[in-house]
């Protein structure tokens, strides 16, 4: 079946400018969430939702970044006047439960000039 | 709380030979353990899993890993490497209990030398 999909696959803002990153589920998984990879590290988390509930932001570095699910299914990252920290790649996974493994996209890189 | 060290951001082995890839956590409740595989311009693969089941674990594309509570480990093993391993490796751990996010150490790049 199908895996977890993001678009773009790559995106160049200019500083300042507002950004949507998008990320297709896998069907039926009521977990997804959003990770940021800096070059060189890890994933690391940003926020968590099931189903249409955002349960846990507590790892959004600031007010500009903001996440939507809103009929449970497709969500929506959306960075508000890009700064160039938050160049990075942004990872999408979902899972069919809290806990249980979770499946990643190929992720978005931006890239903010 | 969880935590997770990756000894060595770079690895290299000879093709043929054992892959070691150290993995030690921290963690304030019995975790789940991942490992994931990742190649270049790609997304996360899920390696293998420990769920609190069997201790050793066996994963994709003949990997294995050992879930040691004494030593805290979880450390990642292919008896014999081939260039298609070549790839970051990233080891995870969460807490069953709330699961809300996976905790990643900052990865091994395991080269491969023909």
């Known amino acids: 079946g199908a895996g977890v999909s993001q678009s773009p696959r790559y995106k160049v803002a200019k500083r300042g400018q507002d950004v949507a990153l998008r990320c297709d589920p896998i069907?039926?998984?009521?977990?997804l969430f959003w990770y940021q990879q800096a070059l060189g590290q890890g994933p690391e988390f940003l926020t968590y939702f099931q189903n249409e509930a955002q349960l846990d932001k507590s790892g959004l570095p600031s007010d500009r970044f903001f996440a939507e699910r809103p009929e449970g299914s497709v969500s929506t990252l959306k960075i508000q006047r890009t700064q160039q920290e938050d160049s990075a790649v942004y990872l999408c996974?979902?899972?069919?439960?809290?806990?249980?493994?979770?499946?990643f996209g190929p992720g978005t890189r931006l890239t903010v000039t | 709380a969880q935590s997770v060290t990756q000894l060595g951001s770079h690895v290299s082995v000879s093709e043929g030979a054992l892959v070691l890839l150290r993995c030690n956590y921290s963690s304030s409740v019995p975790p789940y353990l991942f490992w994931y595989v990742q190649y270049p311009n790609q997304g996360l693969q899920l390696l293998l899993k420990?769920?609190?089941?069997?201790?050793l674990v066996k994963g994709i594309n003949g990997f294995e890993a050992e879930f040691k509570k004494s030593e805290t480990s979880f450390h990642l093993t292919k008896p014999s490497a081939h260039m298609s391993d070549a790839a970051e490796y990233f080891c995870a751990v969460s807490d069953p209990n709330t699961g809300n996010q996976f905790y990643f150490g900052t990865g091994t790049s395991l080269t491969v030398i023909p």
């Open positions: 069907s039926g998984h009521v977990s």
């Open positions: 420990y769920t609190s089941a069997a201790t």
């Open positions: 996974a979902s899972s069919s439960d809290r806990g249980r493994e979770q499946y």
